[in-house]
């Protein structure tokens, strides 16, 4: 029996190492961000490349399509890259970020600020 529970705390001990690495790894952006009478902005976390999905919400969708891939532009912001209309994520702390779109076409131009929506 003592053999089991040492296997059973040797299982939980590396899940709590990879609860706390997944953890450490969360982007800043990650999560629900609400815009005044929107739905909300959610933002997937990193991918391996460390890209991550963003879903707009359905009243952006004139502007640009529901889900976007972004990808890191420096240290505080996300952007998808060669894509019309361009859709930027920038932090502007840590419970703050705007969002833009930006098209080619007249008037394709969004500036939106978020908050987190905790």
Partial sequence: MPRLH???AGALLAFSITQAHAAGTAS???GEW???GLSPVVVGAPDA?????ATLPDEL???APHQ???APLGKDGLQSPGHDPQVTLHLVSANSATLTIKGTKPG???SL???RND
């Fill in 28 to 30: 800043p952006f990650t």
């Fill in 113 to 115: 600020p978020l908050s």
């Fill in 61 to 63: 969708h004139n502007y």
């Fill in 49 to 53: 490349h460390h890209q991550v999905r």
């Fill in 34 to 36: 609400a815009a005044m």
């Fill in 108 to 110: 394709q131009t969004v």
């Fill in 6 to 8: 040492a296997l059973a």
């Fill in 68 to 70: 976007v891939t972004l």
